[in-house]
């Protein structure tokens, strides 16, 4: 009898991590059928994560371009008016100032531009975007082999909180993200505030490695940072935390938001900002659901 119940023991847990690796194979293929549809679709995705950096470049090169001339000193040969025939004094002076306003104002060379490094970094650029990609694009549905692998174990009290935690953790997942995209747009324009700095008209040669490599930092920094409300009504189910104490404790509210901030990659004002005040809202709103499971938990427990 004993000897039976070992061989079955040791037949679930063989059932058990069969099912394991099929389901780490299943998630396995998910990761590499979306990296190969990013593969295909590099160029689009590509240009969506330089369209920031694409942005701020062409208002540099505007202003640089756009200098006005001084009226004492020069003339911008663009607004130089039409000559008469034959040419009078006027429009003599009028080429002198033209030529001392191109002197005062060289031409510029084109300010930013792609430096690669080897030449086998462009495919290796487009195969380690192409796996970021894949891995976004794969992961609600790796979450979903691994909740179905771990339901199963769980008694119907335990599964009531992941019904709603995981859609939450999956959508403020991509609302972190989406925000993280645009705050690329105020990261970059402070970065790049200090490019005129530099005289002689200085040339940005970016590395798409380096570029994507901060990019996806930006991403994961606000896509884990907005994980907050699922943390907190996780730790509310185990008992740790209640509504009441986030509400007296209020404060560490404004502590998490000041050091999401803090850590953000980008560093400056703006997109800590733009990770601060979310943050903050973000704790408040996980009072109300903290008292949501609350209310729900002395209904499931037994009488």
Excluded: C
Excluded at 28 to 42: D, P
Excluded at 155 to 178: A, K, N, Q, Y
Excluded at 220 to 225: H, P, Q
């Amino acid at each position: 009898m004993p000897a039976r119940k070992f061989d079955d023991k040791r037949m679930e847990l063989t059932e058990h991590l069969a099912e394991l690796r099929t389901r780490i194979m299943r998630s396995l293929g998910f990761l590499i059928l979306a990296a190969v549809l990013a593969y295909n679709f590099f160029t689009p995705i590509y240009a969506l994560l330089y369209r920031p950096l694409v942005a701020q470049m062409r208002m540099i090169n505007h202003h640089v371009l756009e200098q006005p001339g001084e009226p004492t000193t020069g003339l911008d040969p663009r607004h130089l008016p039409p000559p008469h025939n034959p040419p009078t004094q006027q429009d003599i002076v009028n080429l002198q100032r033209a030529v001392m306003w191109l002197q005062m104002h060289p031409s510029q060379p084109s300010v930013m531009g792609n430096v690669f490094h080897g030449f086998y970094e462009m495919f290796t650029v487009r195969i380690k975007l192409s796996l970021i990609f894949g891995l976004i694009i794969a992961t609600p549905l790796i979450l979903w082999e691994a909740a179905m692998f771990v339901l199963p174990a769980l008694t119907p009290e335990e599964r009531e909180p992941l019904r709603v935690m995981l859609p939450t953790s999956i959508m403020l997942l991509l609302l972190g993200v989406v925000i993280a995209y645009l705050t690329m747009y105020y990261a970059m324009g402070w970065f790049l505030s200090y490019l005129p700095d530099f005289p002689n008209g200085a040339t940005l040669m970016q590395d798409p490695n380096d570029y994507i490599i901060f990019f996806v930092k930006m991403m994961a920094a606000f896509g884990i940072a907005f994980q907050l409300p699922v943390v907190l009504m996780g730790l509310a189910h185990l008992g740790l935390i209640s509504s009441k104490g986030m509400i007296k404790n209020w404060r560490w509210g404004f502590v998490l938001a000041v050091l999401g901030g803090v850590f953000t990659p980008s560093n400056d004002v703006i997109s800590m900002a733009l990770m601060a005040f979310p943050l903050l809202f973000l704790y408040f709103f996980s009072i109300l659901l903290v008292r949501m499971v609350e209310r729900k938990k002395p209904r499931t427990s037994p009488v």
